[in-house]
């Protein structure tokens, strides 16, 4: 326990005193006492002097004052509160088939909004970055509590080609390194050792076909696995393939399922199939940070106050129950 303002505890300097106070005042009772003893109240004085009762008021007196006068400077505690704390990276696919319209009016225009609406549900605690991928992977914004910043992002998502799941994981990665300080993965056969475990750190890796790009996705998966990353994987298409329509040509596409299920098997994280905008808006519900124990410094002077009070009141009453005085 600290103190925001320790000068305060001179106060308890006053302590003696009143100590010294209160014990001459007790023996100039009882030279009373003794002095008008001849003229018959001596029992009664003596009496109630010699009441063990007595000193049980006063030392209620005492400690809520040597209480109440450490609350005067502030005290402060180290406490783990729980929180909703964590850094939450979206990793958006945007290779052509994603322009798709199976969903309404396409698979990316449901994506960014249901995205969107996954952030404004975030508390502010909760650190969000965007990550698009197809070919490659860029960090279209680095995690941040500025949600105008982050849904400004989302918006800016258009669809490209190819798909780079491992790209995808490592863009998602650097930003998470960036905002810890760490150094950012150049070589994914070669990557720098991690500082710091990242336990409460959480990609949501968002794809609708199969990766047709090196590098080998598993390798990234094991890099965020490494890094205590957890990877959750949503997938939006049929792992047997499909025929669909994009910008006016038929294309085929193929979901690799097993890849996803892998990488997010390896990150302890969760693997979801999106068949219809709203499996994917109930997917999204579901992912949350993770709620941790975070210690704070916290201020508890409310709390010695009050304990004081109580103390001071108690003493009270009973003096005045007792004696039908106060101490």
């Known amino acids: 326990m600290s103190f925001i303002t320790p000068i305060f505890l001179w106060s308890l ?37 010699l009441d063990s009762r007595r000193y049980i008021p006063s030392l209620l007196f005492l400690i809520g004052l040597i209480i109440l006068f450490i609350s005067l400077a502030r005290p402060k505690m180290t406490v783990s509160l729980p929180v909703m704390e964590g ?18 009016p396409s698979r990316m225009e449901v994506a960014k909004i249901v995205g969107r609406e996954f952030v404004q549900r975030q508390p502010a605690t909760v650190s969000i970055g965007v990550v698009a991928f197809s070919e490659g992977g860029f960090s279209v914004q680095l995690p941040t509590n500025d ?21 995808g ?22 990557p720098p050792p991690p500082k710091n475990v990242e336990d409460s750190a959480v990609i949501v890796l968002l794809t609708d076909g199969e990766n047709n ?29 499909t025929l669909l329509t994009v910008n006016g ?6 979901l690799d399922e097993p890849t996803m299920q892998a990488i997010s098997e390896m990150t302890e994280g969760e693997y979801y199939n999106a068949q219809t905008e709203e499996d994917l808006q109930t997917i999204y519900e579901g992912i949350d940070p993770q709620l941790m124990m975070k210690a704070e410094d916290t201020e508890i002077t409310a709390i010695f106050a009050g304990v004081s009070i109580l103390f001071l009141l108690a003493g009270g009453i009973l003096s005045l129950f007792w004696f039908s005085r106060v101490p």
Do not use: W
């Open 213 to 241: 790009m090196d590098p080998d996705p598993l390798m990234a998966a094991q890099i965020a696995a490494d890094r205590g990353v957890r990877i959750h994987t949503i997938a939006i298409g049929s792992p047997e393939g």
């Open 169 to 190: 994981i490592v863009v998602s990665l650097n930003a998470i390194a960036t905002t810890h300080g760490e150094d950012p993965i150049l070589n994914i056969q070669q």
């Open 87 to 104: 850094t939450v990276i979206l990793a958006f696919d945007i290779s052509g088939s994603m322009s798709a319209n199976d969903f309404e």
């Open 147 to 167: 949600q105008v910043a982050i849904l400004a992002a989302i918006d800016r998502l258009k669809t490209e080609r190819g798909t780079s799941l491992a790209n």
């Open 249 to 254: 040509f038929t294309v085929f596409t193929k």
């Open 13 to 49: 300097l006053a302590i003696p005193l009143l100590v010294f106070l209160f014990l001459r005042m007790d023996a100039r009772r009882k030279r009373l006492a003794e002095r008008y003893g001849s003229l018959g109240f001596v029992g009664q004085v003596t009496g109630r002097s």
